[in-house]
T-cell receptor, first 117, second 111 residues
Framework: DTEVTQTPKHLVMGMTNKKSLKCEQHMGHRAMYWYKQKAKKPPELMFVYSYEKLSINESVPSRFSPECPNSSLLNLHLHALQPEDSALYLC????????????????FGQGTRLTVV | GQSLEQPSEVTAVEGAIVQINCTYQTSGFYGLSWYQQHDGGAPTFLSYNALDGLEETGRFSSFLSRSDSYGYLLLQELQMKDSASYFCAVRDKANAGKSTFGDGTTLTVKP
């Protein structure tokens, strides 16, 4: 199984709503990531979890709250979002790179296309 | 911090060969990756170079020169389905090994 599964595929939410994005992988990867991608732009890293612990937070606003309940699951809780937060949210996973030259290619899910109204 | 430069657009015809260049500036370089992304799809890993030289995977090859902070992706025998965005991404020690993506190159393959 070389898939990263994200749900839902599409989400429309109001600025006062609370919603969660979910991500699951069964490749035994111990690093999981959330990226945000706007149209015609590269993915921007938001959070990195390594061994279920948050290792990187790229100064993301607190209205985005990540959670890693176990080694296979990654959630992104959304609350009080703004219209400018509308984007494709991508989850990815990889092995944790210990050696300098270790290839830790990231496997991406298909993303959740979020629209904030 | 890091910065990556790659051309914004490249156009080629079916059957041709195209090279997409990527120059980078970073500290504590780990490696350079290439990803393909079709419109509406997820990025898909293509190749990774940590050491100088050429890595070949089927029709795609990737090259790295660490001394020049430069790499390229070479696509041979182009097919229409190769029309997509291609991102180079650099991983460096200063950022816990995380990858930073370039702005991407949109490749259009014409008949």
């Amino acid at each position: 199984d070389t898939e990263v599964t994200q749900t839902p595929k599409h989400l429309v939410m109001g600025m006062t709503n609370k919603k969660s994005l979910k991500c699951e992988q069964h490749m035994g990867h111990r690093a999981m990531y959330w990226y945000k991608q706007k149209a015609k732009k590269p993915p921007e890293l938001m959070f990195v979890y390594s061994y279920e612990k948050l290792s990187i937070n790229e100064s993301v606003p607190s209205r985005f709250s990540p959670e890693c309940p176990n080694s296979s699951l990654l959630n992104l809780h959304l609350h009080a979002l703004q219209p400018e937060d509308s984007a494709l949210y991508l989850c990815a996973s990889s092995q944790v790179g210990r050696a300098t030259n270790m290839n830790t290619e990231a496997f991406f899910g298909q993303g959740t296309r979020l629209t904030v109204v | 911090g890091q910065s990556l430069e790659q051309p914004s657009e490249v156009t080629a015809v079916e059957g041709a060969i195209v090279q997409i260049n990527c120059t980078y500036q970073t500290s504590g370089f780990y490696g350079l990756s290439w990803y393909q992304q079709h419109d509406g799809g997820a990025p898909t890993f293509l190749s990774y170079n940590a050491l100088d030289g050429l890595e070949e995977t089927g029709r795609f090859s990737s090259f790295l020169s660490r001394s020049d902070s430069y790499g390229y992706l070479l696509l041979q025998e182009l097919q229409m389905k190769d029309s997509a965005s291609y991102f180079c991404a650099v991983r460096d020690k200063a950022n816990a090994g995380k990858s930073t993506f370039g702005d991407g190159t949109t490749l259009t393959v014409k008949p």
